[in-house]
């Protein structure tokens, strides 16, 4: 779009610029994160032979990844989108 219309382009930018978009795409990266994380935690337990009797603990795994990244990708994008630079 950049190249069609420069003016249209930051039109479109200026409009993802509030706080409601940036919680938006917090949700949608937080979904995304739990997905790829449990996504590895059933490959484990499909294919790995001591994985369903550790089922349990690895989805405590993947909850406390997905905890820990989410903080962080929390705290660095709210900053940005909402008053930081």
């Known amino acids: ?10 039109a479109v930018i200026g409009a993802y610029k509030n706080p409601l978009m940036a919680l938006g795409e917090t ?7 739990f997905h790829a ?8 337990v499909d294919f790995w032979k001591k994985g369903a ?8 795994a993947v909850l406390g990844l997905w905890l820990v990244t989410m ?3 929390s705290i660095r994008h709210l900053s940005l989108a909402l008053g930081g630079h």
């Open 1 to 10: 779009m950049v190249r069609v219309s420069p003016e249209a382009y930051t």
């Open 27 to 33: 949700g949608l990266v937080a979904a995304i994160v």
């Open 37 to 44: 994380f449990n996504g590895l935690r059933i490959i484990a």
């Open 53 to 60: 009797k550790y089922q349990r603990q690895m989805l405590w």
């Open 71 to 73: 903080v962080a990708f």
